[in-house]
């Protein structure tokens, strides 16, 4: 199909060579889209990443499950990103690959078309967490296993993210949390829950979300320190005696929750969600040689 020659572009009629012609590839049209987060660590042993490769084989799997060839294998996208990282001389930072389809091409064939691949990167001090947060329970419900690969990061799915982050927000509080279609406790929009209860963690089993890096890493330093983990299908009303409770991300690593609207409100010092984050911030800054397996230098 071959377009007009003119679009209308905010507000004014302007030739198709002017306007940059990606605006009609399906990765904005249908969210044919991949992408990953990373974050990047300035240590005494230099830059590293952490769980490069464990994010990078999520990537790969993103762009297998839409059928996208990215053109780079594993060890050149590493590579890619330890040239950026040192061209920008980004020591602390997020690192964001992402590869659409790209073709000017209408309906949904995806199959053959064109792939843009970029990474991106940006400074990201490591600093205190985040303040706590105030969740909501979203009236959407999380994307069914059924209707989607939830293993995948595609950026359609997003827009289930998105409309429950409106949602939260217009109720008055940060962030949502979606049930699954039964009614069990899934996420947040980009992160994963814990529920700590009489000194065990609680979080959601696997079915319904993105099984978060974070998510892994803090089961597995959680039971190194000895603490219970028990993955639970968990409805809101379990919320109702937790002494606290956590989201974990690769952004924001680990997030205390102060309150979900209606279940829980947090009036104790969250003591072993800081004995977990202190934790993370001693393997992700290289002072846990156990963990050194999870650190790629730059
Ligand atoms: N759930 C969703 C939907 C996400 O987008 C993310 C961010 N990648 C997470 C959970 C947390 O995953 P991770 O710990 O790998 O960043």
Redesign the pocket.
């Known amino acids: 199909m071959k377009f007009s020659d003119k679009i209308w572009l905010n507000g004014h009629i302007t030739s198709i060579e002017k306007a940059n012609t990606l605006n009609f590839h399906q990765g904005l049209n249908y969210g044919a889209c991949v992408y990953?987060?990373i974050r990047c660590y300035d240590t005494k042993n230099g830059v590293v990443i952490f769980r490069l490769d464990e994010?990078l084989e999520?990537f790969l799997y993103s762009a297998r499950t839409l059928h996208m060839e990215l053109g780079f294998n594993k060890i050149e996208i590493e590579e890619g990103i330890k040239k950026l990282l040192k061209a920008n001389k980004i020591r602390s930072g997020y690192i964001r690959p992402i590869a659409f389809y790209s073709e000017a091409k209408m309906g949904i064939n995806i199959l053959n078309s064109k792939v843009t691949f970029m990474i991106l990167v940006w400074p990201w001090k490591d600093g205190e967490p985040g303040r706590p947060v105030g969740m909501y329970i979203t009236k959407y419900r999380r994307l069914d296993p059924a209707s989607v690969d939830l293993k995948a990061?595609i950026s359609g799915?997003?827009a289930n993210?998105l409309l429950g982050y409106i949602d939260a927000r217009e109720a008055g509080y940060d962030q949502p949390i979606f049930l699954d279609k039964k009614g069990y406790i899934a996420?947040?929009?980009?992160?994963?829950i814990f529920v700590v209860k009489q000194g065990v963690l609680y979080t959601p089993k696997l079915r319904n979300?993105?099984g978060?890096?974070?998510?892994?890493?803090i089961i597995k330093l959680a039971r190194d320190l000895k603490f219970k983990v028990i993955e639970k299908d968990m409805r809101p009303e379990y919320l109702k005696n937790a002494d606290e409770v956590f989201l974990?991300?690769?952004?924001i690593e680990l997030q205390s929750v102060k309150e979900i609207a209606g279940y829980f409100k947090s009036d104790i010092r969250s003591t072993i969600t800081e004995i977990i984050s202190k934790r993370y911030k001693l393997v992700i800054n290289g002072q846990a040689l156990k963990f050194h397996k999870w650190l790629t230098i730059v």
């Open positions: 990953e987060g994010h999520r990061k799915y997003y993210a996420e947040g929009a980009v992160n994963n979300m993105l978060g890096i974070t998510r892994d890493t974990t991300g690769t952004g």
